[in-house]
């Protein structure tokens, strides 16, 4: 599992012209299973651990400006987006390999297991549309980005 996080003052997804998620101040998080997630006992003990983390980074600035609050301090929000481009290998020619990615079934699951997860730790949120051609639109702040 790939997970790239933007703090953002505002971000948002649109699927065939419509806004699917939207949210103020928060973060965006791109989510990616791979193959490696596919049939791992563990997928689903990692995917709790992580959505309890993600709301205690202290990743947001306080009265400072020293990088010292929390998403829960902040009182911020969450946009999820599956991205299985995440496990784009471009090690051969010019044009990228997803032989890496889990399989649209499981990586589907995988992200609504996350959401769901992190929806028990975070009041407010929003996602995209799971295999849709979204355009995702973020006012990132920072720029301030963490990939775990």
């Known amino acids: 599992m790939r997970l790239v996080i933007q703090r953002v003052t505002e ?3 649109t699927v065939d012209g419509n806004v699917t998620g939207q949210i103020g101040q928060g973060l965006l ?3 990616g299973a791979g193959k490696e997630d596919e049939n791992s ?3 689903e ?3 709790d651990k992580i959505a309890e983390k993600i709301p205690k980074m202290r990743i947001f600035s306080d009265e ?3 990088i010292n609050l929390s998403l829960k301090d902040v009182n911020g929000s969450l946009l999820v987006v599956s991205q299985f481009t995440l496990y784009a290998d471009c090690s051969h020619g010019n044009r990228p390999s997803f ?3 889990c399989s649209p079934k499981r990586a589907e699951e995988l992200y609504e297991y ?3 997860q992190c929806r028990k ?3 407010t949120v929003e996602t995209g549309i799971f295999g849709a051609d979204m355009k995702v639109r973020l006012l990132n702040d920072g720029p301030f980005t963490v990939v775990l």
């Open 114 to 116: 996350f959401v769901a």
């Open 11 to 13: 971000a948002s997804v």
């Open 121 to 123: 730790h975070v009041d």
């Open 29 to 31: 998080i791109l989510f």
């Open 99 to 101: 032989i890496n990615a």
């Open 41 to 43: 006992p563990d997928i």
């Open 45 to 47: 003990k990692e995917i």
């Open 64 to 66: 400072n400006d020293k």
